[in-house]
């Protein structure tokens, strides 16, 4: 049977951006505890025409117009940002790019952890009809209330997958390790536009989460931990991925070199936060940086509160440096236009309901925006703008 895994891979960001050094100084705190102490330097934050929507279609743009749509069964986008109760972000993305209707498209929702069950899905699909392609989009605004302990860990971003038989970037290998526990370290109830977190609960739960999935990877028959050359973990703000690692580290009793991860980390630093998408921005990050990664075992762990752990492997492929695109992905990241601490409160304060028209100013340089709100239902429009 032929491999099955990530073909290709597409990051998408927002407008903005705010410098960490700034918050902390309107704070009133050490810029170093942010930068230093949850290792973020900026995070990224929405104009008010771009959400999870705009986000997705922008990231699965590019690779729609490099790989076409023959073959293509199947969208699953995965967020925890949904923009309705009904309706998924995959429906409205479906439309923007003009997919054939013979495509099925689903939102999946658990957390932070959203986006590993939409790749586990997709490569199901492949599986059984070797000829086919899904495209997989991970999409999120972290988002928490100001001036709260959650508030440095904010930030936005998309990272669209293609997932494909014999993937030129990626074979994800069979065997996984999945821990599910209820718990209740991390929410955002209907009513709320802002997450609720018990930040040391959260944590917690995270580590447990990491080795009881890593026990179950190891008495599946996973690889021993010495054949994973590098490791991915779940990246709400980068020194968890850090305490992650140790913690492994410490739970199956070897030396893990803190190198093995550290290429993970830089696009996460500058971005913030994205839930879903975070382990795949660092899957960015880590191929975008090596040149030398051909033939290595990569370990991913994944994580969403509430809560849902996995941990596999995957062999990155000679083709890589191929396919990957350092270039636009650092550009995205680059380009985005600074914001004040005072336009992002104004902008973290703007909370549209269906209520009432609205129509929003444009600001985005995306391919697509979020144009408002007409008879209770959201609007999207293609700009103009290149992908």
Not at 75 to 97: I, N
Request: a negative charge; hydrophobic letters at 45%.
């Amino acid at each position: 049977m032929s491999t099955v895994g990530i073909h290709d891979l597409e990051l998408a960001t927002t407008h903005h951006v705010l410098d960490m050094a700034d918050l902390a100084e309107a704070r009133g705190v050490d810029p170093n505890k942010y930068v230093v102490g949850i290792g973020q330097s900026r995070m990224s934050v929405p104009a008010p025409d771009e959400d999870v929507v705009t986000m997705a279609a922008t990231a699965a743009a590019g690779i729609v117009e490099r790989h076409g749509t023959d073959g293509l069964r199947a969208l699953l986008v995965a967020t925890e940002s949904g923009v309705d109760q009904s309706k998924s972000v995959a429906a409205f993305v479906h439309g923007m790019l003009g997919l054939p209707t013979t495509v099925r498209s689903v939102e999946l929702k658990q957390a932070c952890y959203g986006g590993t069950a939409a790749l586990q899905m997709a490569l199901g699909i492949v599986a059984r009809e070797p000829g086919a392609k899904v495209l997989v989009i991970s999409t999120d605004v972290a988002r928490y209330a100001l001036e709260t302990p959650g508030e440095p860990t904010q930030g936005a971003a998309a990272v669209a997958l293609l997932v494909t038989a014999d993937p030129a970037m990626l074979a994800i290998e069979p065997i996984a390790g999945v821990a599910t526990i209820d718990v209740d370290d991390f929410w955002r109830p209907n009513d709320s536009s802002t997450a609720v977190v018990d930040g040391a609960l959260s944590m917690g739960a995270y580590l447990s989460s990491l080795t009881a999935a890593w026990d179950d990877f190891a008495a599946r028959g996973g690889v021993p931990i010495e054949q994973i050359d590098r490791f991915l973990h779940h990246q709400p703000f980068t020194k968890m991925a850090r305490k992650a690692h140790m913690s492994l580290a410490r739970h199956v009793g070897v030396k893990l070199p803190a190198e093995a991860m550290e290429s993970g980390l830089v696009y996460n630093r500058e971005l913030g936060n994205s839930y879903t998408a975070s382990l795949y921005v660092a899957l960015a990050s880590m191929l975008d940086a090596e040149d030398d990664l051909a033939g290595k075992r990569l370990g991913l762990f994944s994580y969403g509160s509430g809560s849902v752990g996995e941990f596999f492997t995957g062999i990155v492929q000679d083709s890589y440096r191929s396919v990957r695109r350092p270039e636009a992905d650092r550009a995205a990241i680059e380009n985005r236009e600074p914001v004040t601490v005072a336009q992002y409160v104004d902008l973290h304060r703007t909370v549209l309901t269906s209520g009432e028209d609205v129509d929003t100013p444009r600001v985005t340089r995306a391919p697509f925006r979020f144009a408002g709100i007409r008879g209770r239902a959201r609007r999207y429009e293609r700009t103009g703008s290149a992908a």
